[in-house]
């Protein structure tokens, strides 16, 4: 009996520690590349007269996190690889798989 309550007194404390940490995951683990706040995400419609500069796929470890804590992450490494390949636009593409989404990449701008 004193085993049972030993392991649901960890669970209960440990549980909110696991969730808040995820959240920091998002600032932790994905640094931000010099020029990635300047790269803007678009539609497709809106890049027909901007260069293509490729394509990349990122992905992130997205078991236990929510959605949007995914796709902000997603995001954030496609506009890292933007600025890497000289791009200040990307679109959204397809997703093979949570947590793995394609990005086309464009320069738009002067």
Known sequence: MQF????????FF??????GLSGCANNIFIGVHEGADQVTLAEAS???????????????????RIEKDVEANL???ARNEAVDAGADTVVKGESSE????????YKCRP
């Open 4 to 11: 049972k309550k030993g392991i649901s007194a960890i669970v």
């Open 14 to 19: 440990m549980l909110p520690l696991f969730g």
């Open 46 to 64: 809106q890049v027909r007269s901007c260069q293509s500069k490729g394509t990349v796929i990122v992905s992130v470890f997205s078991k236990y």
């Open 75 to 77: 995001f954030q490494l």
């Open 98 to 105: 949570y947590g793995k989404r394609a990005f086309k990449m």
